[in-house]
């Protein structure tokens, strides 16, 4: 039952009121005490603590004197009406000298809880008590106080709010500041051990995929997936989260507005960009999506992705924007890095003037391949090429003529040979090339022999010998198969030009 009038807000009640409010380390239960005290101090039939989060109220302590009174108000989301007001009126309105507001529920000049106005009217409300949260200006929540006494909320009230609510405002954002604190320490942690993880990924595949999973546990992130740019196109891989369990469908919804999210020509976002979804956007989503942010991947060589985080407003990322920018530095360097070490992979296994494999690379590529073909039960055969009539070429029409030739050999090559087929250039005017699942046959000759005639070397005046051995047939090791290749290829050479030599025979 309520306090008689003459036993409400005294000194000592409101001073221990406050005692226990700052007793509490969770804000949850603090302000759980003042909305269960509220109710007698105030004269309430209800009571409610709303938190500004993002860009709406959110309840954190609701009391009634009724079950279906406290299941109302934790069940409907504050009036639309009435946010846009209060929203005003804590951005300093001129027109609005009072912070503190009083609503009659029968005034209809009150337009901000027009919405609840049939429902209050069934429990009797006859007056709403407005209080906001404010801490310098900062707008941190609202209190309100419902009662059915037309008389409620007189001057001694107001007095008394007066004085408790900056305090309880400066206690509301001590706390927030507590728990961004356990937060931020908690993310930091997180990210400093997965600094560890990220920068032993071997691949970028790795790379997003632990990034993903990181971004989960650190921002406290439902889904999301990355956007990268490669050889000039950009595409969506490694979803993360719930957009991993339901790819099917969020796939399905970017490709149906693919022209909206990604426009032909796209042109990343060069800062951290934040997109509020309409309604009708997400609808077919198998869980709510109010904003995508969208935080752009940068190294040296400017903008080369996006990381898209979705919010599904459980947790407000935009207040991790220290953890996020951080997060996405160590992702971008341990990209960089990868990249950097596939780029001097790259070079030290590619044949610079012709850009297919060089012997290091080959030799690397065969050794690999050698092991499948066991694993298979197959067989290879190993190719060695080289020039007829390169050094005249070079002697009469100079160097750049015959690395010409050059490029063209291996243009040739790779062109009349399949995709799992191997070709290098294993020196000077020396190519390799390994004819994967293919045995020594009369057939095989015919490829082969159609493989010399697709170079077209009659331009440059060059012909093309070859020795050829079958892995593992006649050979069990590389060095043994490229000596075998190459004395063949040499007696192919001392008979003339054009020859392909397996075993003593020739064409």
């Keep these: 039952?309520?306090?008689?009038?003459?036993?409400?807000?005294?000194?000592?009640?409101?001073?221990?009121?406050?005692?226990?409010?700052?007793?509490?380390?969770?804000?949850d239960d603090a302000f759980e005490i003042l909305t269960k005290r509220g109710l007698d101090f105030f004269n309430c039939t209800m009571t409610g603590v709303w938190l500004w989060q993002g860009e709406e109220f959110n309840p954190l302590a609701i009391k009634a004197r009724t079950e279906i009174q406290e299941t109302f108000l934790k069940g409907n989301a504050l009036p639309v009406d009435f946010q846009l007001f209060i929203r005003k009126v804590t951005q300093g309105n001129s027109y609005i000298e009072r912070k503190m507001m009083l609503y009659e529920i029968e005034d209809e000049a009150n337009q901000q809880f027009k919405a609840w106005r049939a429902t209050l009217r069934e429990f009797k409300v006859r007056r709403i008590f407005c209080i906001p949260l404010l801490h310098f200006g900062q707008l941190l929540g609202v209190l309100l106080l419902f009662s059915d006494d037309p008389t409620s909320f007189k001057e001694g009230d107001v007095y008394w709010l007066e004085q408790l609510m900056p305090l309880l405002s400066s206690s509301v954002y001590e706390q927030q500041l507590r728990m961004a604190a356990v937060d931020r320490e908690q993310a930091l942690s997180l990210l400093l051990r997965g600094t560890e993880i990220l920068v032993k990924a071997v691949s970028e595949e790795q790379l997003f995929a632990e990034a993903g999973e990181m971004a989960m546990e650190i921002l406290y992130l439902e889904a999301g997936f990355f956007h990268m740019e490669k050889d000039g196109e950009w595409k969506i891989h490694s979803p993360f989260g719930r957009f991993k369990q339901s790819e099917e469908v969020w796939q399905e919804w970017l490709q149906r507005d693919k022209h909206v999210h990604f426009p032909h020509g796209y042109i990343p976002?060069?800062?951290?960009?934040?997109?509020?979804?309409?309604?009708?956007?997400?609808?077919?989503?198998?869980?709510?999506?109010?904003?995508?942010?969208?935080?752009?991947?940068?190294?040296?060589?400017?903008?080369?992705?996006e990381l898209w985080l979705i919010d599904s407003k459980t947790r407000d990322i935009i207040h991790t924007q220290e953890i996020l920018?951080?997060?996405?530095?160590?992702?971008?360097?341990?990209?960089?890095?990868?990249?950097?070490?596939?780029?001097l992979e790259y070079l030290a296994t590619t044949d610079r003037l012709t850009g297919i494999m060089n012997r290091q690379g080959f030799e690397q590529?065969?050794?690999?391949?050698?092991?499948?073909?066991?694993?298979r039960g197959s067989a290879f055969l190993f190719l060695l090429l080289d020039l007829d009539g390169f050094k005249k070429l070079n002697d009469t029409k100079g160097h750049p003529t015959g690395d010409l030739a050059l490029s063209h050999v291996a243009e040739k090559l790779q062109k009349s040979v399949r995709r799992e087929d191997i070709v290098a250039?294993?020196?000077?005017?020396?190519?390799?090339?390994?004819?994967?699942?293919?045995?020594?046959?009369?057939?095989?000759?015919?490829?082969?022999?159609?493989?010399?005639?697709?170079?077209?070397?009659?331009?440059y005046g060059l012909g093309i010998s070859m020795g050829v051995a079958e892995f593992p047939a006649e050979s069990k090791d590389y060095e043994s198969l490229y000596k075998l290749s190459d004395h063949r290829l040499y007696l192919g050479k001392q008979r003339g030009k054009g020859n392909i030599v397996t075993e003593n025979t020739y064409e």
């Design 1 to 27: 039952m309520p306090l008689p009038p003459q036993y409400r807000l005294k000194p000592e009640d409101i001073l221990e009121l406050l005692h226990e409010i700052n007793y509490e380390e969770d804000l």
């Design 269 to 305: 976002n060069e800062a951290p960009t934040l997109r509020i979804l309409e309604e009708d956007e997400h609808k077919e989503l198998p869980f709510p999506v109010e904003r995508i942010l969208i935080q752009p991947i940068k190294t040296y060589r400017g903008v080369v992705g």
């Design 325 to 343: 920018y951080a997060f996405v530095r160590m992702l971008s360097m341990a990209l960089e890095t990868i990249r950097q070490r596939k780029e």
């Design 365 to 375: 590529r065969i050794l690999v391949e050698m092991a499948r073909t066991l694993m």
């Design 425 to 459: 250039r294993t020196g000077g005017d020396e190519f390799a090339v390994v004819l994967t699942d293919l045995k020594l046959s009369p057939d095989a000759l015919n490829i082969m022999s159609r493989l010399r005639s697709n170079l077209d070397l009659e331009k």
